[in-house]
C-alpha cells in the first residue's frame, strides 16, 4: 500500500473518531462471508459504521487524535473491525446477539467517554442507557405523582381525603 493511501485511510479514521463520539473495536476473523454480509446489513440498519482497519493505521489515528486512547492500543492485535455510532449501547446489543458463536468477539470500546477493554464489558455496555432513555425515564418518574393525585381525584375522592391519605403514608 502506498504511503499516500495509507495517509488518507489514517486522516478518514480521525474524522471518524471526531465525528461519532462511541466506537468499538471487534474480531470478525472468523466469519465467513456470508457472516460479514449479514452482519453489515444489521450495522446499517441500526445506524453503526462498521469499518476493517489495518491495526497500524488506527493506531496512528489514534496517536493523533486529541483523545489519549493508549488504553486501547492493546487491543489492536490481530483482526480488527470498527464499529463507528451515535448509540453508546447499540453495537454492544448487536454483538450480544452473536455472543453465543463467540464471533465477532468485542475487543475494547470507547463508550460515554470510558474505556472497555475486553470481551466480559460486553454485558456492562448494553446496560449502558441511551439519551432516549434516560429522558424516558425521567419523564416517567416526573409524571408518576402527578398520575397518583389524578387518579385518586377520579375516583370520586375529595382533596380532604386525598391530603389525609398523603399524610397517613408519609407518617
Known sequence: MKKELKDTIVVELGQKLKEYPHFYLTDISGLNAEKTSDLRR?????????????????????????????????SLKGSTAVMFTQTANQPA????EYKKDGIPAL?????????????????????IK????????????????????????????????????IAERNK
Open 42 to 74: 444489521k450495522c446499517f440498519k441500526n445506524d453503526i459504521k462498521m469499518v476493517v482497519v489495518k491495526n497500524t493505521l488506527l493506531h496512528k489515528a489514534f496517536e493523533a487524535s486529541e483523545i489519549d486512547f493508549s488504553p486501547l492500543y492493546d
Open 93 to 96: 446489543k448487536l454483538l450480544k
Open 107 to 127: 475487543k475494547a470500546a470507547y463508550a460515554e467517554e470510558g474505556f472497555f477493554v475486553g470481551a466480559d464489558k460486553l454485558e456492562e455496555l448494553v446496560s
Open 130 to 165: 441511551s439519551k432516549n432513555e434516560l429522558i424516558a425515564d425521567v419523564v416517567a418518574l416526573l409524571q408518576s405523582p402527578v398520575k397518583n393525585v389524578v387518579s385518586g381525584l377520579n375516583a370520586g375522592g375529595k382533596i380532604h381525603g386525598l391530603l389525609d391519605a
